[in-house]
């Protein structure tokens, strides 16, 4: 028999993120918070943070700036906690939802076997990755998120190696919903997060979110990165459906690459060829139409 | 299958972990299956596709994931139970600690098995006692019976308001796990009414009074304050474990302490022993005692929390006192249970010699010759004016 709860509260929550939160000035990460608390509406989620900046974000015990049931769990468990939080409230019929929400290491690094896990059974989990490219809270380090050129602690002289393609693991999972999210196109990010709250079963969202300390990018700029990034094409905004049916949402306006990098110090010492990080965006863009138009998202 | 009467089965060891699981009933079950406590996961999921519980069962792709199911489980508040062996155990090993500093009251079958490597799916009991200081209660089985009155009981010390802390209950691999024994079930409503319904405190589910678990606590906060209130709970687990097996007495006739001593009132020489070679000590000491030898021996029964008291009433008074560890502390003066009881002993006046021995690592055979040898080695020092040497035994281990 299923745990009994007291009957669910009609009055307004307050904000998911509260005041006093610890994040960095200009941390995409907040905005991002403020924008789910949004779409959330009068829904109360049960919020699952791995190891990840967001941990530390609401402070430290006994504070808190999460106005919502939370876990703080280990780096490479959050999938999993989340699984069993998803299965009590299939027991107990309760419709608000179980979010995960991580950052870059601990979804495509640590987390990513208990990640892939989850969406084969298809847990009714909303997963939402807080893209910063590096381990953040650790001092920027650099994981698979991180794109190739960018000078992290860990890649002094500019990693190597491509960002690893989180979007087509996910979706060859053939889970109901994956998408990317930018904070320079709010109603399609609000949008997109109401659709997967619509949705049962395993939903994956990827925000991409500057990071001014690991960027080396200035604060005010966090929303202005992600516009240019998307806006270059180094950032696409599309949706895949059930893992096959491809959307996308926003096509690069000509804007050069360069717009991009130079803000970022990141990239300013050992920054990428321009024409090799063209041609893979070029590659990468025609791989995506060509998906979009072999296999149509229709309304 | 329902049990509408106590009934005595004849059963492996993990058939009676699961019959006890299925009799408790929880809310969920995530698991991941491992030699040798695979059986369990198996009749489980087989109890769920028949409809004999009502439990969510997580299919978890790793031990790692199904404590971590089994915490998010237990964290929203749900009565939440998982089992495994060996490297398993040792996948889990983060989460352990977390699963205890959380208070989350899971239950967990360990069926005891070697560590690699050399790889090994036999018994020994390297994986538990290698998780003696994660916050769990421990509490080793000695055979069918036992495994499966260990894990109805685990129920309620776990839930119980003064302990709040996670339960993992053990077997030996193979020795009890695949082995067939006797096993006397209780009705399933005894069950029912035994451990009655669960009450959750701080639901992650209760969205009006919303709680952070686990949160960042740091250098200036109360991390310490918080594991001082771990031991508290370890401390208070020992009246709970007595007193749960009180009453768990009453409805069973079967009666366990904290520990299991035999014939160690008047022992000169006393056997400290863990799981399944009780009975075999326990046929040594009665041969002795036919011979006119004082011997004795103690069953580990709680190793956590270690009823130290218990073993310094039981055993203080013996001349020497030996300790079978079924797993080593590479580097330390012996394994993990020698360590326990020789510092359990120290104040005692005058004070046993304590000796550690080693045995059984990764299934090698205890033969009850091996143990008689551990008495001659504890009789000869018993005779001498002097302490003899206390470097480790290894018992049945091959000559060069």
Known sequence: MATTLPAPDTAPRPHLLRPDSTNCPGCAMSVGLQWLDEALGAATPTLVVPACCAAVTPGAFPASAYSVPTVATTFASAAAVATGIARVRELNGEADPTICWAGDGGTYDIGLATLSAAAERNEDVLYICYDNEIYGNTGGQRSSATPRGAKTSTTPRGKVEAKKDIMAIMAAHRLPYAATLSLAHRDDFLRKIRLALGMTGFRFLLMLSPCPAGWKSDPAESVELVRLAVACGLFPLYEVFDGERYRVNARPDGTPLDDYLRRQGRFRTVAPSMDELRAQVDREWARLDELARVFPATD | ?400
């Open chain 2, 1 to 400: 299958m329902t049990t509408e009467q106590a009934t005595i089965l004849a059963v492996t060891g993990n058939e009676a972990v699961a019959e006890a699981m299925r009799q408790v009933n929880p809310d969920v079950v995530a698991a991941y299956p491992i030699t040798p406590q695979t059986e369990i996961v198996q009749i489980y999921a087989q109890f769920v596709a028949d409809g004999k519980v009502d439990t969510e069962f997580i299919t978890a792709e790793s031990e790692h994931s199904a404590m971590s199911a089994a915490i998010g489980s237990a964290a929203a508040g749900a009565r939440t139970m998982t089992a495994t062996s060996s490297q398993g155990f040792a996948l889990m090993w983060e989460l352990l600690f977390v699963a205890a500093s959380y208070r989350l009251p899971i239950v967990m079958a360990n069926v005891n098995r070697a560590l690699s490597g050399p790889i090994n799916i036999h018994c020994d009991h390297s994986d538990s006692m290698g998780g003696r200081d994660c916050g769990w209660i421990q509490l080793y089985g000695e055979n069918h019976q036992e495994a499966y009155d260990n894990h109805v009981m685990a129920v309620r010390i776990a839930e119980h308001a003064d302990v709040r802390l996670p339960v993992m209950t053990m077997i030996d691999g193979y020795v009890i796990s695949g082995a067939i024994g006797p096993m006397e079930s209780l009705t399933d409503a005894q069950v029912q009414e035994f451990v009655g319904p669960y009450r959750p405190i701080h639901p992650m589910l209760d969205s009006k009074h919303p709680v952070t678990v686990g949160p960042f606590d740091g250098l200036h906060g109360f991390y310490m304050e918080h594991k001082a209130t771990q031991q508290q709970a370890m401390e208070r687990a020992s009246r709970v474990i007595d007193e749960i097996a009180a009453e768990y007495a009453e409805l069973s006739g079967r009666r366990y302490g904290l520990i299991d001593a035999y014939r160690t009132e008047d022992a000169e020489v006393a056997i400290v022993v863990v799981g399944s070679t009780a009975g075999t000590t326990r046929m040594i000491v009665d041969k002795l005692r036919a011979k006119g030898v004082r011997a004795g021996c103690v069953r580990v029964r709680a190793f956590r929390p270690f009823p130290a008291a218990e073993y310094a009433e039981a055993i203080g008074h013996c001349k020497v006192v030996g300790v079978m560890d079924r797993s080593d502390s590479f580097g330390a003066q012996g394994g993990q249970v020698f360590l326990e009881v020789r510092s359990a002993l120290y104040d005692c006046d005058p004070r046993p010699q304590v000796l550690p021995f080693i045995y059984g690592l990764g299934g090698r055979d205890i033969f009850p010759a091996n143990i008689e040898q551990a008495f001659t080695v504890l009789r000869d020092a018993a005779k001498r004016k002097t302490k003899t040497t206390v470097e480790r035994r290894y018992l049945n281990l091959r000559e060069e």
